[in-house]
């Protein structure tokens, strides 16, 4: 197992947001967490990244137990977050926001090679590439925050509600740039509450309410399950 | 281009000036005044680095009298050298700065400027508090000697005697020569990956921190050098001035360096000089409406933060753009564009 999360606790101040969550990743697939707003979605993501302390609970990657490690060593260990509302440093240039993403890495000449190959990737940061990031659109912005956290070399991206906040056409490029990725052979784990979007890339979802597990299963099961289609398709 | 190559040659013309000054005159009264605007710009220059990391410092001053303190009383009591005393005073302050730095810059915004300035006054009190007659307390320290002659090559270089027929002249260069180090060093971590780094948590430290970024490390790195030099300037500040008290570096010098930095602008490294320069000689030259020095220094202070966000510094570009802006409105009206 690539990924596992083990009974994981965690408390801001005295209110506990989750409340002994435990999941699993599979090297090579991509993992939907669904759920309302404040089920606990992107503390889940912000433990993994230890930008948050567990209360109690285990946290593995790759055979090897990181929770309690500092948010630096999460990074170099393979794990990239791309956090909720496109963060990113808004006075710096398109480039300079992709070269501080291999902030970790010293192999220069590599570094150099994946920005080429991120800017080709992405046509879009080619041509903007001397902007500040802050004057991007919306859709260019989560572009680049993707960009930037494929440019650590993860093996699993943690991202956090790609698709808020932009426009339907933006949110299928976005979909697919996910596949891609995918395919290149990192694995994902997807927080969305774009349910729908969320299950037809996942391979695997589980969802959250109120900082519990309350299902999980094949993205198909979720899709037929009674209880996901009456509370979070739509009907 | 044509910028950098102005520059490469203005700043050589304009430090050889600097070097002549006390040829040039041997007028007291300005040499005093230059010195206080190189040490000034030592103080501006920092304050700004610690800003680049995203934090306010209103204790600032604090650390030149952690430096003076520490300079001036390894000197008169524990008969050290004062080349020695003074870096020493430089490292001191960095300590302090680092202590006092890793619990406390974990807080941001407001809240951490509060702390300095509760930090400022507290260190004030340990020095008015006169352990044991070290101090002076609220008296302070008087008839602290100048700097010790150096001897160079059989030439002795005396600061009482002073140089060029300006009594004053051997304090202008070091104080000239500290200021120009405190600029090199700072523009060199403005140019460096550490000072992309500052920038970086300045304008998004979850980020920062996502990408790998331990930012409590270059926050207290920049801190700590800030103070570092905070230290040097008040060390030669006690020597320069025979004497040394618990006011003799307060919370309102500290706003001071605030505004120097401020209204000639954060964004680069000529902002707070400029600032210090324009801060430092203005109540010079304000000399016949002392009272309303404060009113003034206040006015633009206020003026910068509403008209002019990026200092004086963004001056001539805004009014570029402002130009362009207008010439373009005309062509378009005369159906050029």
Redesign the interface.
């Known amino acids: 197992m690539l990924l596992s999360l083990k009974d994981v606790k965690v408390h801001y101040g005295r209110v506990e947001a989750l409340k002994g969550v435990s999941l699993e990743a599979e090297e090579g697939a991509i993992v939907g967490l669904l759920g309302a707003n404040g089920a606990g979605k992107s503390t889940v993501l912000r433990a993994i990244?230890g930008?948050k302390a567990l209360t109690t609970g285990e946290i593995w990657f790759r055979g090897e137990r990181i929770d309690g490690a500092?948010?630096?060593s999460i990074?170099?260990k393979g794990i990239?977050?791309v956090?909720e509302g496109r963060?990113?440093?808004?006075?710096?240039t398109v480039r300079?926001n992709l070269r501080?993403?291999a902030?970790?890495r010293k192999d220069r000449s590599q570094i150099n090679k994946d920005l080429k190959e991120i800017m080709e990737h992405f046509p879009i940061l080619e041509e903007r590439k001397g902007q500040q990031a802050g004057r991007l659109s919306g859709g260019e912005q989560q572009m680049l925050s993707i960009g930037?956290a494929l440019m650590?070399k993860p093996t699993l991206l943690l991202m956090d509600e790609p698709s808020l906040g932009l426009s339907p056409l933006m949110v299928t490029e976005i979909a697919n740039i996910i596949v891609d990725i995918n395919k290149g052979g990192v694995s994902i784990v997807l927080v969305e509450q774009n349910a729908r979007l969320a299950l037809s890339l996942a391979h695997k979802g589980y969802v959250l309410e109120t900082g519990n597990v309350v299902l999980e299963g094949d993205a198909q099961e979720l899709i037929d399950n009674e209880h996901v289609k009456k509370a979070y398709l739509g009907g | 281009m044509n910028k950098a190559i102005a520059i490469r040659l203005l700043l050589p013309a304009l430090i050889v000036v600097l070097a002549l000054v006390p040829i040039i005159t041997d007028d007291p009264y300005y040499t005093h005044i230059l010195i206080m605007i190189c040490l000034s710009i030592v103080f501006a220059v920092g304050l700004r680095m610690i800003l680049t990391t995203g934090q306010l410092s209103i204790g600032h001053a604090a650390f030149g009298a952690i430096g003076a303190y520490t300079c001036t009383l390894l000197v008169m009591k524990a008969d050290f050298n004062f080349w020695l005393a003074l870096p020493l005073a430089g490292v001191v302050a960095a300590i302090v700065a680092v202590l006092v730095g890793y619990p406390t810059l974990r807080i941001k915004g407001a809240y951490f400027a509060i702390l300095t300035f509760a930090l400022g006054e507290l260190i004030r009190l340990v020095f008015v508090a006169n352990w044991g007659g070290l101090t002076g307390g609220n008296v302070g320290i008087m008839g602290i000697p100048a700097p010790s002659a150096i001897h160079i090559g059989g030439r002795v270089l005396d600061f009482d005697a002073g140089v060029f027929g300006n009594i004053r002249g051997y304090y202008y260069y070091l104080a000239l020569l500290l200021m120009l180090i405190a600029v090199w060093v700072m523009h060199r971590f403005d140019r460096s990956r550490v000072g992309?780094?500052f920038?970086?948590i300045a304008?998004?430290d979850?980020?920062?921190?996502?990408?790998?970024?331990?930012i409590m490390r270059y926050k207290v790195l920049a801190f700590a050098v800030a103070c570092f030099f905070a230290g040097l300037a008040g060390g030669m500040l006690s020597s320069y001035i025979h004497y040394l008290s618990p006011v003799s570096l307060t919370f309102h010098d500290s706003i001071y360096f605030i505004m120097f930095a401020v209204v000639g602008g954060v964004g680069t490294i000529s902002g707070p000089i400029i600032g210090a320069l324009l801060f430092t000689a203005l109540p010079e030259a304000l000399r016949g409406a002392k009272q309303w020095e404060p009113i003034i220094a206040a006015s633009l202070l206020l003026l910068a933060v509403l008209f002019l966000p990026g200092g004086l510094v963004s001056l001539p570009q805004r009014i570029k753009a402002r130009f362009e802006a207008i010439r373009g409105k005309e062509a378009i009206e005369h159906g050029v564009a």
């Open positions: 990244s930008l500092s948010p630096q990074v170099s990239a977050l956090p963060k990113l440093f808004p006075f710096m300079e501080l993403g902030y970790l930037r650590s | 992309m780094t920038r970086a304008q998004a979850l980020l920062a921190e996502c990408v790998g970024i331990n």
